[in-house]
């Protein structure tokens, strides 16, 4: 059974833990080391600008998403799921429900070297849409060349 929940006081700290390994799994991108506290820094605050779910299985949690609000359009800030439940598409699912939450223009970016990110939200985005989506490279102030993929929900 999959839950969303959206991120509350109560469980914040877990998202902060799925962070961590998020930003662990990018970091052979990102180049990111951790802080001397063993700790990444994240690079979007959870607050009320970026709402923030988790996506539970079997009351386990197992992903999460951070949306926040880029040119006017709805976009994934942070998305993750764990490495053992990519296969089942419970990211896809997850995916679609956050894009029909939030009904308008979107834009979900990868970075550079984000090969299976890439490949994950073509797949997804195009299932949501029906393959109706634009996709380019892009000059991020943060991140550099990124792939944008715009549509409509």
């Known amino acids: 059974m999959l839950d969303i ?34 700790l990444f820094l994240m690079d979007t605050t959870i607050d009320e600008e970026h ?13 999460f998403c951070i949306k926040s609000t880029h040119d006017r359009r709805h976009d994934i800030a942070e ?23 939030y009904p308008g223009s979107w834009q979900v970016r990868q970075i550079e070297g984000a090969d299976k990110a890439r490949a994950f939200w073509r797949k997804a985005i195009g299932k949501f849409t029906n393959n109706n989506f634009t996709e ?18």
Do not use: C
Request: charged letters at 20%; glycine letters at 4%.
């Open 51 to 63: 709402p923030s779910f988790l996506l539970y299985k079997n009351k386990f949690p197992v992903g």
């Open 79 to 101: 998305f993750y799921v764990v490495p053992s439940m990519r296969a089942q598409e419970l990211g896809t699912s997850f995916a679609i429900e956050i894009f029909k939450y």
């Open 5 to 38: 929940v959206k991120v509350n006081k109560e469980n914040l700290t877990i998202i902060l833990h799925l962070i961590q390994a998020y930003e662990a799994e990018f970091s052979l991108i990102t180049k990111k080391v951790p802080q001397k506290n063993g």
């Open 136 to 153: 380019s490279v892009v000059e991020d102030h943060y991140w550099g060349k990124v792939t944008r993929q715009l549509f409509e929900s």
